[in-house]
């Protein structure tokens, strides 16, 4: 029995085929490359803010977000962490790090400007302390 008949009824089979014998060559066909030949490219936007950029990207890319820049302790953290590779997991680890510093230098910032929530947050956060180092 030829080898090729035998498992024909399964879906995809020969698809390792040659070329010359695949049902499918006729249809098979690489896209177009699309090329934009940049005449005149896009502008960039204006950096009003510190902007961090990674140090295997010679520049910065043409649109960026400018909603939080670094600031306080979180910004240094961040700042050090783009002075190492994208390959490095210190530099995942350092942005981790500086998202969680962030979040209490939200929580202190809000509690600097409404003294009345430090009851809330702080009855919060010692719940929070309680639950995590409660014994099991």
Known sequence: MDSGNEF???QG???DLDRSKRPAVPMERTPPRLDVPWEDPPPRQPMTVEVLRSIERPEYSRTFGTRVPP???SGM???AAF????????HWLMLVA???VN????MAGDLKRSPARAVLVGGGVA???WWLLRRR
């Open 8 to 10: 024909a009824h399964i």
């Open 13 to 15: 089979w020969g698809s």
């Open 98 to 100: 500086a998202d969680r």
């Open 71 to 73: 600031s306080g302790v």
């Open 127 to 129: 719940l929070a302390a």
């Open 77 to 79: 953290i961040r700042r």
């Open 83 to 90: 002075r190492h590779s994208e390959n490095n997991l210190r």
């Open 103 to 106: 979040v209490v230098e939200g």
